[in-house]
């Protein structure tokens, strides 16, 4: 069966790669470079959880960070005191507090004297463990000054994001009773959402590239029925080898690159709610087509009929029965999940739409030769870079992370990524991956698979079975990454392209295929006779 035509293939190759980036954890600013390690200053950083009761009412649980100095902080929650929680006055504890403290917690704000300044001064009070409401939404690691000499602090210091304290001071104003209990799990060494969303990308990659070379073949196989029967319709031998697939151009492949950074950049600029909203569509648009397209390629196989029959349809022309039928189901789908994104099984919904529009981009936008995908991924690999690392140097910020988490927009990150909670992390969260990270590396892959095919290699004299396992392999050491970087966002593509596109060359190069890979690319699926006909 030929592929469907995706007809807004383009713009949403745009939307679905702008964010190639992996992301796990919570934001924490990272300032302490010049800070080393002290003796009484010496702690790992630790996410800390703030479990809150109001008038004795269990209630929010907040996330902080515990600071270099002051004791570790129990892992286990039986461990933990619940202490009651006062507000200091003045609020930046710089000064002795003007409140009587009684081996309560005390929470002050950022600001005017160090925080080791505060905690001593809060200690010398009498209080047990101290909360600093950080003056952004971001946690900040609190550290000691370079020179500082003699730190000697027993009790606790965690850091709160600017909203979580604010939500405390507004229950403690209201003259509420707040008690807090304070303590930091230990994360799981491997987590295995991670697994999970590893064998998730590798097997969309799989099943697409699986579905593109075998259109491929039927598309050749088509085409020699139709040079048999008419071997002088050239046209309609274009026609039939081309219809519904795009072939992109080392032109388009840099242009793409260059659109998708202007549209990372709009969704920079414009993040709110209302824009989320438009992006929501916009992914809701994609993944019905998408979702369409590959169930009507499945059940065509079992509804042959149905899939070669059709009717005219005002705007969009010849439509299959088929497709008639699958139509309503697709879109019902999208608009639930658009519904209740907010809910904890949405992501569910997110997968399964996000999943069926890779593998129709993938079967629809098709790397013709080998200097296309170097020249796309290349470019990939520039653009990820720039937009996790070094955009920090223009907008003070990582623009990708910020895109990708929701900043500014009311919602947990934007629909253009696949994603799975952690369920056995007593931190909670997604593990979440890009579109980009999956079908750009994809596109190459699916040509290697197209070229085994038309040349007749088996896998291990092929392409295919090595770029899959380079692309794991990138993907794997991507995760490795994120948890050697405490679970900062990393651009996976850094790990993957390498991978993938240095396995392709070195074998072409090895095999003495790398000129032919290069400039010819796959080569076609029809009969030297039959080619002869055309001719």
């Not at 050749?220 to 274009?238: F, H, S, V």
């Not at 069926?356 to 520039?382: D, E, M």
């Amino acid at each position: 069966m030929s592929p469907t035509k995706l007809p807004a293939a383009p713009f949403l190759l745009i939307i679905a790669v702008v964010l190639p980036v992996l992301v796990v954890g919570d934001d924490i600013v990272h300032e302490d470079d010049s800070a080393p390690k002290l003796p009484g200053c010496s702690n790992n950083f630790v996410l800390v959880k703030v479990q809150t009761w109001f008038d004795n009412v269990e209630d929010s649980e907040f996330v902080g960070v515990g600071a270099r100095f002051g004791p570790p902080i129990v892992s286990k929650e039986k461990h933990a005191n619940r202490t009651q929680l006062i507000l200091s006055d003045p609020p930046e504890c710089c000064t002795q507090p003007k409140n009587k403290i009684s081996g309560d917690v005390l929470l002050v704000h950022r600001g005017n004297c160090k925080f080791t300044t505060k905690a001593r001064i809060a200690e010398a009070a009498g209080a047990s463990a101290i909360l600093i409401i950080n003056n952004r939404k971001e946690l900040y690691k609190m550290v000691c000054e370079r020179n500082e000499t003699g730190v000697n602090i027993n009790i606790s210091a965690v850091m709160l994001p600017q909203d979580a304290g604010a939500s405390l001071e507004n229950i403690l104003a209201s003259n509420r009773s707040v008690t807090v209990q304070l303590y930091s799990p230990d994360r799981p060494l491997v987590d295995t959402a991670e697994i999970f969303l590893w064998l998730m990308a590798v097997g969309t990659i799989l099943c697409a590239s699986i579905w593109s070379a075998w259109s491929s073949r039927e598309a050749a196989i088509e085409l020699e029925k139709l040079l048999k029967d008419a071997p002088d319709d050239l046209l309609n031998m274009e026609s039939a080898s081309s219809r519904g697939v795009v072939d992109i151009n080392t032109i388009s492949a840099i242009l793409f690159v260059v659109i998708a950074s202007g549209f990372l950049v709009m969704l920079y600029k414009l993040m709110s709610t209302w824009f989320v909203e438009i992006l929501v569509v916009l992914f809701c648009i994609g993944g019905v087509e998408g979702l369409q397209t590959c169930l009507v390629a499945l059940l065509s196989r079992w509804f042959k009929q149905a899939g070669e029959s059709f009717v005219k349809v005002p705007l969009f022309g010849a439509v299959s029965y088929l497709t008639l039928a699958i139509t309503p189901f697709c879109v019902t789908f999208a608009a639930v999940w658009a519904v209740y994104r907010q809910r904890s099984y949405a992501w569910i919904g997110q997968d399964i739409l996000g999943i069926s529009l890779i593998l129709t981009v993938i079967q629809v936008v098709r790397v013709p030769n080998l200097k296309v995908g170097t020249v796309l991924l290349s470019c990939a690999f520039l653009y990820d870079i720039f937009w996790v690392f070094a955009s920090d140097w223009f907008f003070h910020e990582s623009v990708m992370i910020v895109v990708a988490r929701g900043d500014r927009s009311g919602e947990d990150g934007v629909p253009m990524l696949l994603k799975i909670p952690r369920m056995f992390d007593p931190w909670g969260g997604y593990s979440i991956i890009g579109f980009g990270d999956i079908l750009l590396p994809g596109l190459l892959i699916a040509f290697s698979l197209r070229y085994d095919w038309a040349t007749k290699k088996n896998l291990k004299a092929g392409y295919f079975l090595w770029s899959m396992v380079a692309y794991g392999s990138g993907l794997l050491i991507t995760y490795v990454a994120l948890n050697l970087m405490d679970g900062h966002g990393q651009p996976a593509l850094l790990y993957i392209v390498p991978f993938t596109l240095g396995t392709f060359l070195s074998l072409g190069w090895k095999r003495g295929e790398l000129k032919n890979l290069w400039i010819k690319g796959q080569p076609d699926m029809v009969c030297p006779h039959i080619q002869a006909l055309a001719h």
